[in-house]
């Protein structure tokens, strides 16, 4: 198939940015849309010059790097999958393509269609995890988990972070993301003892970073990973009560 690209180039992170547009002829109507990119590059090097800079890993819908802005929609036509799951046959011969990085406060553009989403790395490091002893294999396969709470805490454990949810929410928020990572750990008898510290650090982190949910719900329909926004609901309602609980809980400490 041929194709024609509009690509977003942005040579450093204060550079303006522009469309270029790249002819594709010939391209695999089972490629990629990745490897579809790596063919375009591989043809820029062959002509000496510089190939377009975009983030993947696994390609394998697991790490999440690779997220891209496709003819508007974030990760692009196809529901429920990631960039590097998403194919070329999804496309029609002569289409036009635009492509452009996460655009997000949060997420700043370090080149081309690469952005910095450390953001996401702090809020986990404000909780994202347990300390609390749990210990050996053998023992926590002895912690009963009710199912529903399993089957929920597996649901948010879907989340790769890709950063979908911040990019198409109107108000660059991050509450999908945030609420899939509080809740794979809240919802379990292991994450119960910092469950009311983990939800106020980690949104608490969030706000230094991104906008507010207004439940748009864009953030639902552009998850690759179909996170439910139930679990911000779950988030807020945990939060509110933190506030009192964590109080609480350092007043009986001083
Ligand atoms: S909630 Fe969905 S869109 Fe947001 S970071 Fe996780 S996987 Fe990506
Ligand atoms: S490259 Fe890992 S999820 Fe797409």
């Given at each position: 198939m041929n194709i024609t690209l509009r690509v977003w180039r942005q040579d450093t992170p204060d550079a303006p940015g522009r469309f270029v547009e790249y002819d594709a002829p010939d391209i695999e109507s089972h490629a990629s849309f990745l490897e579809m990119l790596d063919v375009v590059n591989e043809r820029l090097t062959d002509?000496?010059?510089?190939?377009?800079?975009?983030?993947?890993?696994?390609?394998?819908?697991?790490?999440?790097?690779?997220?891209?802005?496709?003819?508007?929609?974030?990760h692009?036509?196809?529901?429920?999958?990631?960039?590097?799951?998403?194919?070329?046959?999804?496309?029609?011969?002569?289409?036009?393509?635009?492509?452009?990085?996460?655009?997000?406060?949060?997420?700043?553009?370090?080149?081309?269609?690469?952005?910095?989403?450390?953001?996401?790395?702090?809020?986990?490091?404000?909780?994202?995890?347990?300390?609390?002893p749990t210990g050996s294999a053998p023992d926590a396969n002895l912690i009963l988990v009710p199912k529903p709470a399993a089957d929920a805490a597996m649901d948010a454990a879907a989340c790769i972070g890709c950063g979908a949810c911040v990019a198409s929410c109107p108000n660059g928020a991050a509450q999908l993301f945030v609420a899939a990572k509080v809740a794979n750990l809240n919802l379990l008898p292991q994450g119960q003892p910092e469950r009311w510290t983990r939800v106020e650090a980690m949104v608490d982190e969030m706000e230094k970073y991104f906008g507010s949910c207004t439940n748009h719900g864009e953030c639902e329909a552009a998850c690759p990973?179909?996170?439910?926004?139930?679990?911000?609901?779950?988030?807020?309602?945990?939060?509110?009560?933190?506030k009192f609980k964590n109080r609480r809980m350092a007043g009986q400490g001083s």
């Open positions: 002509k000496g010059e510089e190939p377009i800079a975009f983030d993947s890993d696994c390609r394998e819908g697991i790490c999440g790097m690779c997220g891209l802005m496709i003819n508007g929609l974030a692009g036509p196809q529901q429920g999958t990631a960039t590097c799951q998403l194919h070329m046959r999804k496309f029609k011969d002569g289409d036009v393509i635009t492509i452009e990085p996460w655009r997000a406060a949060g997420f700043p553009i370090i080149r081309d269609l690469v952005v910095d989403r450390s953001s996401f790395d702090r809020i986990i490091e404000a909780g994202g995890y347990i300390t609390v990973k179909r996170i439910s926004i139930d679990f911000i609901a779950m988030m807020n309602k945990d939060y509110i009560k933190a």
